[in-house]
C-alpha cells in the first residue's frame, strides 16, 4: 500500500484530507464539496460509489449500468480498485454497514 500512497501523497493532498476530516456534518460537506468541485464531479464519485455499493452486493454490470447510468468501463474501474487496489472503497461500506454478499 505504500507504493499507493507515493503517487498521490504530497504536503497539499495532506492539507486538503485533513480539511476534509475537519467537516462534521452532512451539510458541512456539501457546503465544502459545493465551493470545491463541480456537479458533475460530485456526481461522478457519489455514481463510483454507488457502483461499489452494487457490485459488493454482487450485482451485474448490465444490473448496475441500468440502476446508475454507469458506462461499463466505469464499472470496469470501480471493480478493479475493488479488488485490487488500496482498499479505501472496502474501508468506506464497511463503515456504512455494506458487506459483501456471499
Same mark, same amino acid.
Given at each position: ?10 504536503k497539499q493532498v495532506d492539507e486538503l484530507f485533513d480539511a476534509i476530516l475537519s467537516l462534521k456534518t452532512?451539510?458541512?460537506?456539501? +457546503? ?7 456537479? +458533475? ?25 441500468? +440502476? ?35
Open positions: 500500500m505504500a507504493d499507493f500512497n507515493s503517487k498521490i501523497k504530497s452532512k451539510e458541512e460537506c456539501y +457546503k465544502f464539496f459545493e465551493d470545491l468541485c463541480t456537479v +458533475k464531479e460530485i456526481q461522478s464519485f457519489s455514481q463510483r460509489l454507488e457502483v461499489a455499493k452494487l457490485l459488493t452486493q454482487k450485482k451485474t454490470y448490465s444490473e448496475i449500468e441500468n +440502476k446508475t447510468g454507469a458506462s461499463t468501463a466505469t464499472i470496469s474501474r470501480v471493480n478493479r480498485s475493488l479488488n485490487y487496489g488500496a482498499g479505501g472503497y472496502k474501508i468506506v461500506l464497511e463503515r456504512m454497514g455494506i458487506s459483501e454478499s456471499k
